[in-house]
């Protein structure tokens, strides 16, 4: 879906981001590792066209990213930023009404497709119970997938999500991640998720791409990443694997 050409982001005279080539959401859960600093972000958000590149191109389906009006970018790509922002007042329910606006008539008004859009993306993110609660009460996985059900209710194939599971902790990261591998295999949709837990990432995603100073230092399954060598690269730190019956390798630090 997406072909990024020659790319090269720089900050402050410092190239953060040099990709000459790159394709993203052909398969159902991408997640994009590396250490601080390494470039995910200014990845995230370039495909996101929250920026723009300093050179290269970046098409969408064929289109030149830049190209495509901003309606017909929403109704193609949901993004979800590391730092999401206070909705005081909202219920989950009104929040994830939000998004719907891409689709909603030249008028605004609400169609019974746009109802039910609301309606399945509460009930997939199992947030239906808590619909009328304001979502700035709920707790951090509870406000996490009523802002991923916002998502859903976008109806976009392709879901951008920086560090979801960053303030959580390890149990409701797992429910996340599990929520958005299920929605990549049951409904289609193509997740592109940044993530900072190695082993998070190899339980859930189908192929891995890791960044190191700006650069693609690994693009493939999460077996071929459970190296030691490879994480040891990536990482700068020495890192060994626990065996696990019937389950991936736990990576850890040595």
Do not use: C
């Amino acid at each position: 879906m997406y072909e990024l050409t020659d790319i090269s982001r720089s900050h402050d005279g410092r190239e953060v981001l040099g990709i000459p080539r790159l394709s993203l959401g052909s398969e159902g859960v991408t997640a994009i590792l590396g250490h601080n600093g390494s470039g995910k972000s200014t990845l995230l958000s370039l495909i996101a066209r929250q920026d723009r590149p300093d050179a290269g191109r970046i098409t969408l389906d064929g289109a030149a990213l830049d190209a495509v009006g901003q309606k017909a970018l929403a109704r193609r790509v949901a993004y979800l930023p590391q730092r999401l922002p206070p909705v005081a007042g909202l219920t989950v329910r009104e929040l994830v009404r939000l998004g719907r606006f891409p689709w909603r008539g030249a008028l605004g008004r609400w169609r019974a497709e746009d109802h039910a859009a609301v309606d399945h993306a509460l009930t997939e993110t199992g947030s239906t119970d808590r619909a009328d609660r304001l979502a700035d009460e709920t707790s951090g996985g509870e406000r996490q997938r009523a802002w991923i059900a916002m998502l859903l209710a976008q109806d976009a194939p392709i879901l951008l999500l920086d560090e979801p599971t960053a303030a959580l902790d390890l149990a409701h990261a797992y429910e996340v991640m599990g929520l958005l591998s299920r929605l990549a295999r049951d409904r289609g949709r193509r997740v592109i998720v940044i993530l900072h837990d190695i082993n998070l990432a190899a339980r859930f995603a189908d192929r891995i791409v890791a960044l190191s100073a700006g650069r693609v230092a690994y693009d493939g399954a999460p077996d071929g990443l459970l190296d030691p060598q490879v994480l040891g690269r990536l990482y700068d730190v020495d890192m060994e694997l626990l065996p696990r019956a019937g389950k991936p390798p736990f990576a850890v630090v040595a």
